[in-house]
């Protein structure tokens, strides 16, 4: 499929007077339709729920659009639950879902309501001692161990991932909730990271609800949510075909129906936890062309770097790149497109087909919604970009400003000359 971007030329010559790149950029259309879309998929079960991961994209102005069409907010951390609290998100609307967590965590998501989602069997005692009582509601995360093959190939290996309970270990922990009061239980389990494909919800819905069944066989609990966590994954790449979330939705009622009906589970409620699938498609990087450099292969230098996107470099992950106004040029140039880190790992693109591309050009970097940003960093005292959102009106927001020098020398206070930098800045 063609990869378009939601943005013309025209309009980053605008944004640019304004905001200069490099920039992310949201567009908020796409998020809302997105959203719609997902609420109508899930619509036959009358619980469900989506908390959206805050981990793919952390900005509050975006959190809040998500509130509106009922979501909540999946965290992993102290800060996160902050930002969820902030933006509005109380009791039941978070979930907390982290691992190898610190008590002081697990004392902040009690405070606020969250439901917590416990990633091993040790944690029962932990939050015990830390909460001095265990909430009346409670969610285990799964881990089934192995290899989980889905129609298409895409596997990924829990048995090597760290999170999550055994089997065994889930059931046993079910009792010893129950002896100890919890009332209220939920599943949970994240199997395949960017599933390009409408089969991977429902396999592993089939998974957790044949579970939930063995779950009241074994140990009497019966599961009131079923959470499926995220994994749903987006196109990168042009030659891959988009998830359809309707379809997905359709899928999981079918094994639901198959599964948890007749068992008389019917009242199960489901959640997910979708963070790239929410915003993955609906943000941008924009980025101008600032040097070419021509020796055993073909560069071109842009004004951001991997601090901005770290994907590429991290994951060798592949992100469709447009040159604004060459959009119907051939693609007869090839190139690496860099940033201007002291790490050769810090490409965009390698050995890219491109249209020519001329100083000054403006790249859009697809598909930066989810895990963009939020994975910044400061390498080689890199500051991070702004975040802008294009409004459904055709308006530009700024939704977080620029780092300035000062931000990055803010945790220097205990240096004398401090104040110094900092003005300068
Ligand atoms: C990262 C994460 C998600 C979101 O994953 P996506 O692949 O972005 O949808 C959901 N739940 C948990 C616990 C996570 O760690």
Avoid at 268 to 297: Q, S, W
Wanted: hydrophobic share 35%.
């Amino acid at each position: 499929m063609e990869k378009k971007t939601f943005v013309t030329k025209e309009q980053v010559e605008e944004i640019v007077k304004k905001y200069p790149t490099p920039f992310h950029l949201y567009d908020e259309k796409g998020i809302r339709e997105n959203l719609k879309a997902i609420k109508e998929a899930f619509a036959w079960n009358p619980g469900y729920r989506e908390y959206f991961a805050v981990k793919a994209n952390p900005n509050p102005f975006l959190m809040k659009i998500m509130e509106e069409y009922g979501c909540g907010c999946d965290c992993s951390s102290y800060t996160e639950l902050m930002l969820s609290d902030a933006t509005g998100a109380r009791g039941d609307a978070i979930m907390f879902s982290s691992n190898d967590t610190p008590a002081e965590d697990y004392v902040l998501a009690h405070k606020l309501g969250a439901i917590i989602n416990l990633d091993d069997i040790t944690h029962i005692d932990f939050l015990e001692k830390t909460l001095g009582k265990l909430p009346e509601k409670l969610s285990l995360r799964y881990n089934p161990g192995g290899v989980y093959t889905i129609s298409n190939g895409i596997m990924d290996n829990p048995g090597d991932a760290k999170y999550g309970l055994t089997k065994e270990q889930l059931l046993k922990a079910y009792v010893i909730l129950k002896e100890k009061g919890v009332k209220e239980f939920g599943l949970h389990a994240f199997l395949v990271s960017n599933t390009v494909t409408n089969d991977y919800y429902p396999m592993l819905a089939r998974t957790l609800f044949e579970l939930a069944l063995e779950i009241k066989e074994k140990t009497g609990v019966s599961l009131s949510f079923i959470n499926l966590s995220g994994g749903v994954g987006i196109a990168y790449r042009p030659d891959q075909t988009p998830n359809d979330i309707r379809v997905i939705g359709e899928g999981v009622r079918k094994v639901y129906e198959e599964v948890l009906v007749p068992a008389g589970l019917g009242d199960v409620a489901i959640y997910t936890e979708m963070g790239r699938f929410m915003t993955g498609p609906y943000g941008c990087l924009v980025t101008r062309a600032i040097h070419e450099k021509h020796t055993y292969k073909e560069y071109i230098g842009v004004d951001a770097c991997a601090v901005n996107l770290m994907r590429p470099a991290m994951y060798g992950a592949y992100h469709h790149i447009t040159v604004l106004g060459k959009e119907n040029d051939p693609c007869d140039h090839v190139y690496d497109v860099t940033g201007s880190l002291c790490e050769n790992n810090d490409k965009f693109a390698i050995d890219r087909e491109l249209p020519e591309i001329a100083i000054g050009d403006y790249l859009v970097i697809h598909d930066t919604g989810a895990h963009g940003y939020a994975m910044g960093y400061n390498y080689n005292g890199k500051l991070k970009s702004a975040e802008l959102l294009l409004k459904e009106d055709g308006s530009v927001q700024l939704i977080r400003r620029a780092e300035k020098p000062s931000d990055y020398f803010a945790t220097l206070d205990c240096f004398d000359e401090y104040r110094a930098l900092t003005e300068r800045s």
